[in-house]
């Protein structure tokens, strides 16, 4: 057993995952890796009621929401363990529609048809991860059982609502195993290799739909349709303030509470938020001077 770990006096496994997080007897947490098997305190960890075995059992629950995500994640990411991700529905996932669209601007793009091999799309319904697999090599399936989600759910719709905040929860889940993830929309379309546009001293590099000038203006307006998060505990921590923080926003999407904490996530959490000019990446229903040999992406479904 490594040096620092906590050692309780009695073990037992539990056959759920290879990331867990183990609580000390006063509550606190930390990340433990074990391979494919946990280890679990009997002395209350479970069943207790108490800080740490609420913690753990949380922690238990957390994975369960994504079986079989840790064992696919080697497979994609890049050299520097960053993935792509983007994700579909039934209604988004007809032949000809968007995931078909997105995968032809990788190979049709500038030097960009190798990331293919680095993305994952992520399903939400059955009929959305029959397409995946049909064209794409990399799929995986995560059921939102709390509203319909198949459907084209309008704006702010349950439904839409749902689905935005439960892919959060996801995003959380690939940071806590390790992968830098870039989150992209399935409607937009890549030109050119965005990573050479990456901020490599921000925590988070993000897409916005109004530039202000200054990557690093808080004035920026962020768009949460394409936007890249380093793996770092951070930016765990990160992710969990932000999915905390819908209820202070009822009724609202993850684009709209991130514009209202990001002072809150630089302040108190010191995380460095970096913002593309939409130059390079074309926002929401704006074709901004054309497409020239610099345009990364355009944000095409409008």
Known sequence: ????EL?????????????FVECSPQGNRRVVL????????????????????????RRLQEQDSFPGLAELLPREPTADRTVILTSVNKAWAQPGSLPDLFR???????????LLNHTLIVAVDAAGLD??????PHCYLLEVKSANVSAANQFLSKG???????????????LELGY????TDVDVMWLRDPFRHINLYADVTMSCDGFSGSPESRENSPNTGFYYVKSTGKMVEMLRYWRAARPWFPGKHDQTVFDGIKRELAARLGVRIAFLDTV?????????????????TMHANC
């Not at 032809?104 to 793009?109: I, T």
């Not at 397409?131 to 794409?136: G, I, Q």
Request: with cysteine; proline share 2%; hydrophobic share 35%.
């Open 34 to 57: 074990k391979g494919d098997r946990v280890l679990r305190s009997t002395l209350g960890m479970v069943n207790g009621g108490n800080a740490h075995g609420d913690c753990f059992m």
């Open 1 to 4: 057993m490594p040096d620092g």
């Open 104 to 114: 032809e601007s990788f190979l049709n793009g500038e030097g960009i048809e190798r």
């Open 7 to 19: 050692k309780p006096k009695t073990m037992s496994h539990v056959d759920i995952g290879t990331i």
């Open 131 to 136: 397409r995946c697999r049909a064209v794409h």
């Open 180 to 183: 830098n993830y870039l989150f």
């Open 280 to 296: 390079l990446f074309g926002t929401f229903c704006a074709f901004l001077g054309g497409i020239d040999d610099r345009v990364c």
């Open 160 to 174: 839409y609502l749902e689905l935005v905040w439960t892919k959060l929860s996801l995003q959380q889940r690939v």
